[in-house]
């Protein structure tokens, strides 16, 4: 471990444009249950009860009530070394390094907030922000934060159904996140995917977009992932704890 660590250290230093991927296995450390572990919030539900267009057409009040109760560990999480450290080393790659301009791009599927609340500039969000709410009549969109939304499910000026602004399984990514997504992990020299059970698509092929450009990956997960094969370092263990040591 200690040398695949050494390794990938010099590699950063010495890599211009670095992205990262990053997904609920991140915000573990954070107290945010992720999705397929064995505390996972799918543990009780199927995704296809909860997160689909058609469960909240079928059921607004029950994707609500999910929902509300992710809002609620999330507002009382804080992000943690792992995530601030992403912060840190947005900030050393952008800062000019002997004239060379370097870059960070953070993608993230995660849907908390947490990267945006430990500083990362502009993450790349490509499930949504549960943090945002959009109406299904007039498309207006905006931030909502209220914890807990007492009248459920809530309504928009217009009387229209207020649905999370997050994208469901069978929806589209917001194209102009997909489309910063895959300009970051076509340049990058490394690619680091953390937190991730790399199962979901189309966030999941973005590491073979980077390694078809050239990239190198990196892997940072207690747990084996598909990725693991054809990574170039691979680091078994906690984001939080292995981050800070690497940046
Ligand atoms: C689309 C937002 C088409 C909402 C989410 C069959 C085969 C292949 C693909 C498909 C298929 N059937 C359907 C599909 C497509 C589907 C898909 O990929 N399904 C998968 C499950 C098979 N994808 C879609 O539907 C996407 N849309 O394809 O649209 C289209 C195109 C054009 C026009 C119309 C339609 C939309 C996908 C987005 C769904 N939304 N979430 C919400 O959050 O409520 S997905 C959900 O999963 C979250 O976003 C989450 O981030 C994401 C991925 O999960 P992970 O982040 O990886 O989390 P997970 O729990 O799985 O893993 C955690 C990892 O962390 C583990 O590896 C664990 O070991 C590790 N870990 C734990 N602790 C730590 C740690 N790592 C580091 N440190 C720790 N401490
Ligand atoms: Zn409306």
């Not at 990267?115 to 549960?130: C, M, N």
């Not at 914890?147 to 997050?166: D, F, K, S, Y």
């Not at 489309?179 to 059970?197: M, P, W």
Request: hydrophobic share 40%; charged share 25%.
């Amino acid at each position: 471990m200690e040398e695949t660590l050494q390794a990938l250290r010099e590699a950063l230093c010495e890599a211009k444009t670095v992205a990262a991927l990053t997904g609920a296995g991140i915000s573990a450390e954070s107290g945010v249950p992720t999705f397929r572990g064995k505390e996972g919030l799918w543990r009780n539900y199927s995704p296809e009860r909860l997160a689909t267009p058609e469960a909240f057409a079928r059921d607004p009040r029950l994707v609500w009530e999910w929902y509300n109760w992710r809002r609620g560990i999330i507002h009382r999480a804080r992000p943690h070394a792992g995530h601030l450290a992403l912060a840190e080393l947005e900030r050393k790659k952008s800062a000019d390094q002997e004239g060379r301009r370097g870059r960070f791009t953070l993608v993230t599927q995660n849907v908390d907030g947490l990267h945006d609340r430990a500083g990362s500039q502009s993450p790349v969000k490509l499930h949504g922000d549960i943090w945002r709410v959009r109406c299904l009549d007039c498309g207006r969109e905006e931030r909502n934060e209220q914890v807990p939304i007492l009248e459920l499910p809530p309504r928009c000026h217009c009387g229209g159904l207020l649905r999370p602004a997050v994208v469901w399984f069978g929806e589209p990514l917001p194209p102009d996140q997909w489309e910063r997504a895959l300009a970051a992990s076509a340049q990058a020299e490394i690619f680091l995917v953390i937190g991730t059970s790399a199962v979901v698509y189309p966030a999941a092929g973005l590491a073979e977009v980077a390694r078809r450009s050239g990239a190198k990956l990196a892997v940072i997960n207690p747990q084996p992932t598909p990725l693991d094969h054809q990574a170039d370092w691979v680091l078994k263990g906690e984001s939080g704890k292995l981050l800070p040591r690497l940046i």
